[in-house]
């Protein structure tokens, strides 16, 4: 069994992730923190392979509520991505109660 895989291909691929494609940061600063590489890392990717974006979750969470359209299901927000069509759906983490 040949499980030898592409390993260029995986790194250029973790290299295109890091990028939120919103906030255009890597990381999201947390509270008033202003250390660069401090904060959260892109968490949500779009599933469409020859798209690949990464986002923040809290950053399409607030996109997406800022957009009327965007349809809510319980606590799971769905819309397209940005960049292609492709269909996501974003948990929204109950951070606050
Ligand atoms: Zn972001
Ligand atoms: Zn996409």
Redesign the pocket.
Known sequence: MNTQLPRLADEEKNNRLDECGICYARYLPIGDEHRPNSGNATDYT???NS???AFHTMCLVDWLRSITTTRQSFNVLFRN??????A?AVKINATKN
Do not use: M
């Open positions: 779009c599933e469409n798209c690949s974006k991505c940005l960049y292609c069509s492709e996501i």
